[in-house]
């Protein structure tokens, strides 16, 4: 099978999540064999997960090693075509016809299209890796809308005719499973679920995005955290919080703060929410301790 796009010295699974570190992010077995397969078959990769566990810097480390730029396209409600492919920027035309006095204006020249996310990765799909964030946020139309384009490539311009992409671009898209997606636009894609770290790598995330953490300290947060995250919470820490918690409690014990207490006294960056704080005040020393241990 054809190799849609080869990247020089990628070869595998390994060799992507090899890559992968090489750019500051980790990748287990399934996430680098997803994102393989993705770029290998000239698919659409899904990424679902709870917030914080690495999706969206996924989009980015691989375009970082494809050396694309990444075109990101954060999907929200109410968001429709208009802001995903093109405007007209009609100020400029009205200044353009103005000015022009009896003379003619093309105003639907290049000059006056403004290209948003995909358009870009379409007229430019060697060059761009398009990231369509939080696909769940948008409602179920524009949902309908992308799949017509994840299945042809090609745009509609009524002024200008059809935009086609002279081959698949690299797309990622991600969720954070606040409804399902349509089955249609699953089976388009390949899709990974991407859980928590296991405790290792969440340590070697840690290290690797916070230089100033000792093991020591990595080693206790992730555990920590890992408790933080058994307990039924609103919001659950993330890796990123992980990641400063860890930073924010080895700043304060340089300061002075002994451990345990360092990293009770930088709760508020890893637990956002007040009830949540409310609920794990009084088991927190225990879970600190146990994470010591
Ligand atoms: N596998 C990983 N390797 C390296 N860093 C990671 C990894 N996973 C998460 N991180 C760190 O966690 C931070 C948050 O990750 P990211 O923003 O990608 O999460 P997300 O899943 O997109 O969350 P959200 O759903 O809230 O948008 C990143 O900036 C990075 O520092
Ligand atoms: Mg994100």
């Known amino acids: 099978m054809p190799i849609r796009h080869s990247i020089v010295g ?119 890796v398009l990231l369509i964030d939080e696909i769940d946020r948008a409602d179920h139309e524009f949902e309908a809308f992308l799949l017509e384009f994840l299945s042809d490539f090609s745009i509609s311009i009524p002024e200008r005719g059809t935009v086609r992409a002279t081959e698949h671009p690299v797309v990622v898209l991600t969720s954070n499973r606040t409804r399902e997606l349509h089955e249609a636009l699953r089976r388009r894609c390949v899709y990974h679920w991407i859980d928590y770290p296991h405790p290792a790598l969440e340590a070697q995330i840690v290290m690797m995005r916070a230089s100033t953490v000792a093991q020591d300290t990595a080693n206790r947060v992730v555990a920590a955290v890992g408790a933080l995250r058994a307990e039924p919470l609103a919001k659950p820490p993330g890796v990123a919080e992980t990641v400063e918690w860890a930073e924010a409690a080895t700043l304060l014990n340089h300061q002075g703060a002994p451990w345990p207490a360092a990293f009770r006294r930088a709760i508020g960056v890893a637990l956002k929410d007040h009830d949540d704080l409310l609920f794990m005040q009084p088991r927190l020393d225990q879970i600190l301790d146990e994470a010591a241990a």
């Open 10 to 128: 990628i070869d595998s699974p390994d060799r992507l999540a090899a890559a992968l570190q090489d750019a500051q992010y980790i990748a287990d077995e399934g996430l680098s064999t997803a994102a393989y397969l993705a770029l290998a078959l000239g698919k659409p990769l899904l990424l679902e997960g709870a917030p914080g566990v690495g999706k969206t810097e996924g989009a980015k480390a691989i375009a970082s090693i494809l050396g694309r730029q990444l075109v990101r396209l954060q999907c929200y409600e109410g968001i429709d075509a208009a802001h995903a492919l093109y405007e007209w920027n009609y100020p400029r035309q009205m200044l353009s016809i103005r000015q022009a006095h009896d003379e003619y204006v093309n105003i639907y020249s290049d000059e006056f299209l403004i290209a948003r996310p995909m358009l870009d990765a379409l007229r430019h799909p060697r060059d761009t």
